[in-house]
Every structure is written in C-alpha cells, then in structure tokens.
C-alpha cells in the first residue's frame, strides 16, 4: 500500500491575520491550532479538579462537571499527532532500533516533569510524615496502601495497568499512554497500515473498548462523574479508556489522508458546528459516548482549518496554553486544597461573590506560573537531557550516523 503523509504538502497560510494570530497550520513539527485545543482542554481538566464548587444543575455547571471528558480528547489528540510524528518509522514493518527511538522520543516528552513530580512527593512524605501513609494529609502527602509495589510501578509508569495508585492522581492516563507507546507498532500497522477490513476490525474494536469502558464504570461499584470517567489504577477500566481513544486518534489521521474528508472537517461552517454541538452536549449533560465522536471532528478539523477557527487556536495566549498544558496538567492537583482552604479564609473576610473571584485569580495565577516555571526549568532541559542521550545511544540514531 502506498502511503502519503499529505499533510506537508499544504502551503502556509499567508492571511495577514496569521501576523496576530498566528498561523494555525504546521510550523516546526506542529500544528499551531491543535497545540492550542491540548491547552484548552488541559486548563478545562484543572478547572473540573480545582472547582468542584462550581459543578451544579446548571448549564455551566454540568459543562464544568464534564470536565474529565477532556482527558480522553488527550488521548484522540495524542494518537493522531503520534501518527502524523512518527507512524513513519514503522511502514516498512517493526524493527527494534526505530521501536526504541521512538520509545525514547517519548520519554524525553513526558517522564522529566513526571519522575521529578513523583520523587518530590516521596521526599514531601517522607520528610514531613516519615513515610507513605499519611491518608489524612493532602497532596502531596501519599497514602500508599503497598509503598514497595506502588513506588516500583509508579517510576516504571505501570500503575494504572490494574496494579494500584498513581502518586501524582491524573497521572493515570501517563501510565495507560505508556502502554499505548509500548503498543505503537502494532496499532499503527492495524489501524494505519492494514488493509481496509483490517482498519474496519479495528475501527469496531477501537468503539466496542470505548463502549465497554463506559459499560464497566457503571457496574464496578465505585464513584464516578460519568461513564467514561475511568481512573482507578487498580482495574483495568484505565487502560481500556486509553487504548479506544489513543486508536481513534490513529484513524482519525488515517481519515486524514483522504483530501475530500479534509475538506470538509477543515471548513469554519463543520468546525463551528462540531464546537457548538460540544459545548451544548456538555451544558446539557448528554451522555458521554454521544460526546466522544465530537472529539475526533474536532482534532481533524482543526488539522486541516486555515480559517477564523484554526487562527483562534493558534492565537498566543491559547498557544502558550497549550505549551505548557503538560505541566498544567501535572501541576493543578496540588492547588485544590489551597484553592478551598483560602475560599474559605477569603469567605469570612468578604462577600461570597469578590471571594471568589479573588480566590480563582488567585490560584490560577499561581498554576500558570507555576506551570511555566516548570516548563522552562524541568520540561525542555529533561528533554534536552533524554534527546541527547537518545542521540549518543539509540541503535536507530547510531544507524544514521553511520550511513
């Protein structure tokens, strides 16, 4: 089958708005607006931990209670951009030398920010409660029901394969993306690379994991907010949630290659509509597996937009959002406990409505720059480090070299 990777063949934008905006198609490996969508949906995840207080029978507040929905938009997102990456490593076949480079690749990405977040809650809990099971404390204080198991498998990033607790609580879906990468191989040559009853079986396989997930939460006896809001490291329901979305996101691109369904997925009109279909479906509280297909519309929409849409999400501020959503993302837990303790100081100081506002501005301030902070001095110098690391040692690396 011969394969075509279209998507650079498409000229850069020159709308004079790209000066202000930013040009929402591919620049230095990426894509502008879909780099915007992670920030967006990271900051929509925080405010779903952080603001519990806000969830309510109210349009907003069933938006706002939807929130862990967006996670598995990370993991549609994430498949498709690690098929436009780097599924071509792997058309000619598996091999180990662009396995582990690829492995490697994503390592640089995800493990500095995440060992350093993991190593700071042991050294926290070991300091200030000598050991892990201060159960009454708040993060990062740790409560680890097996230290040796739970510790092992959280450096590892095997946790939420049905073992136990994430130290750092949403890292769980790092856990189960770690399975995926592992996987990726295999899933690309099913889902991009097979032939087309090979890519039905998989695009079936892909909705019935998905529609299982949601089935499990429901029958599993624990709490959740929705049926896709799988999380509990000790089940495999994690895991499942991931591999259907990281798929979706692989056919998503897949889809991709079809210049007609670019087309029409990239107009303004379809990706206005998919948005308001989005934000109305979760205003309204609709159930989560009519949500999740908006999710894959969204990612190739915004793939191919050049228009209004697309610019939006390039814009700087929602870029800079999505630069640093993985550290929003790790970092936001760690303010719920603040975020309350000071609404309630602020409370009795002031009226509800200033109290609030002053306690969100707060907490927020704090979480972007906290999170730009560790963007600058953990993220890009880990990544740095493990770049360097991978060009001195991965069998793949040394192979080009040698050429």
Not at 196 to 225: C, K, W
Not at 230 to 235: I, Q
Not at 378 to 401: H, K, N, T
Request: glycine share 10%; hydrophobic share 55%.
């Amino acid at each position: 089958m011969a394969w075509h990777f279209h998507e650079t063949e498409l000229a850069p934008s020159r709308h004079p708005a790209d000066r202000t905006c930013g040009d929402p198609r591919r620049r230095r490996g990426e894509i502008r607006a879909l780099t915007g969508l992670r920030g967006v949906a990271a900051l929509l995840v925080a405010l779903y931990h952080i603001n519990p207080n806000w969830i309510a029978p109210t349009a907003t507040g069933r938006f706002v209670g939807k929130g862990y929905l967006w996670v598995d938009l990370f993991f549609v997102l994430s498949g498709f951009l690690l098929a436009m990456n780097y599924a071509r490593m792997f058309a000619g076949g598996w091999s180990l030398g662009a396995w582990v480079d690829f492995l490697l690749h994503r390592v640089a990405r995800i493990y500095p920010l995440y060992a350093a977040m993991v190593l700071a809650s042991l050294a926290y809990s070991l300091a200030l409660y000598g050991g892990f099971h201060a159960a009454a404390a708040p993060p990062p204080a740790l409560a680890l029901s097996e230290p040796a198991r739970d510790v092992a498998a959280n450096l590892l990033m095997v946790q939420s394969w049905g073992v136990g607790k994430s130290i750092d609580g949403v890292a769980w879906s790092l856990s189960t993306e770690w399975a995926a990468y592992l996987l990726f191989p295999l899933l690309v040559a099913l889902a991009l690379f097979g032939r087309p009853r090979a890519v039905l079986a998989t695009a079936l396989g892909a909705a019935a994991v998905v529609g299982v997930t949601a089935t499990l939460t429901m029958r599993d006896g624990a709490y959740h907010s929705g049926p896709l809001d799988a999380y509990d490291g000790t089940t495999l329901e994690p895991l499942l949630r991931c591999l259907g979305g990281f798929v979706v996101g692989l056919l998503t691109f897949r889809l991709a290659q079809s210049r007609r369904a670019v087309a029409i997925a990239g107009h303004d009109l379809t990706i206005a509509a998919a948005l308001g279909l989005l934000v109305a479906g979760l205003a309204a509280g609709a159930h989560d597996l009519l949500i999740y297909p908006l999710f894959a519309l969204l990612v190739l929409g915004l793939f191919a937009n050049r228009g209004w849409v697309g610019r939006l999400f390039a814009c700087w501020p929602v870029y800079w959002l999505g630069m640093v959503s993985y550290s929003i993302y790790l970092l936001h837990p760690y303010l719920v406990a603040p975020r309350s303790a000071l609404d309630a100081r602020l409370h009795d100081l002031l009226p509800a409505p200033w109290s609030g506002l002053i306690t969100a501005a707060t907490i927020y301030a704090v979480l972007f720059a906290a999170s730009t902070l560790a963007y600058h001095g953990i993220e890009e110098p880990g990544r740095r480090w493990v770049r360097r690391v991978r060009q001195r040692y991965s069998p793949l690396a040394r192979g080009i070299a040698a050429q």
